[in-house]
């Protein structure tokens, strides 16, 4: 089947920094995608969302970027914290899955590093 | 502070052993899941409850058998596990009907089989 994936396994940044997370998704008819990040101990978070009827959508510290031509997301992140340390990994679902966990995809996920 | 609790926190058990997973949502959710996670792999699902109602089993073993009493708490009993399945068990809840709308997630529980 088709799945999710990102670029670059480790992601190190110097404090203050911006960061760029990438992912490449395959399924040419997923229309919703979601950053989470997982920190040490934890769970994953939800950060934000996007919907395939936008580009772009910004959080507090965050921007999700989506290009559908070339199927890629990014996540970024400005003037990175200590506390933005973590894996962060894209997820995505097809047309009208009805929420929940039909047909959402899950990446491998980035290890952001973020140094002092 | 999560929505979605998770107990224990770190479970170590061998293989003639059974425990239970636990799993309760304050959210008003209408949807849980139980997903196993692994070193370097994508999150893995396990199962999913709809309104109750178990909807989807994705050839998960029978050594682990969920529950799902209300739409609230989701239980995974586990009994002769294997060492492989050693792994964070993560469970999510969601609201489904109507449009995407993202999973929220416990912190899991760390589970190591003897």
């Known amino acids: 089947g088709e799945s999710v994936g990102l670029h670059l396994p480790t992601l190190s940044v110097q404090e203050g920094d911006n960061s760029i997370i990438n992912c490449a998704y395959s399924?040419?008819?997923?229309?919703?995608f979601i950053w989470y990040k997982q920190e040490s101990g934890k769970g994953p978070q939800f950060i934000i969302d996007i919907r395939s009827n936008m580009d772009k959508r910004q959080g507090q510290r965050v921007t999700v970027l989506l290009n559908k031509t070339v199927k890629h997301l990014s996540l970024q992140i400005a003037a990175t914290q200590p506390g933005d340390s973590a894996v962060y990994f894209c997820a995505d679902a097809p047309t009208n899955s009805g929420g929940g966990a039909d047909g959402l995809t899950f990446g491998k996920g980035t290890h952001l590093i973020i140094q002092p | 502070e999560t929505g979605v609790t998770q107990t224990p926190r770190h479970l170590v058990m061998g293989m003639t052993n059974k425990k239970s997973l636990k799993c309760e949502q304050h959210?008003?959710?209408?949807?849980m899941y139980w997903y196993k996670q692994s070193a370097k792999k994508p999150l893995e699902l396990m199962f999913v409850y709809n309104f109750k109602e178990q909807t989807e089993n994705n050839s998960v073993p029978s050594r682990f058998s969920p529950e799902c009493p209300n739409s609230s708490h989701l239980f995974l009993h586990l009994h002769t596990l294997q060492p492989e399945d050693s792994a964070l068990y993560l469970c999510a809840s969601s609201q489904v009907g109507g449009s995407n709308s993202p999973l929220h997630f416990g912190n899991g529980t760390r589970l190591t089989v003897t």
């Open positions: 399924n040419s008819a997923s229309d919703y």
């Open positions: 959210l008003g959710h209408n949807a």
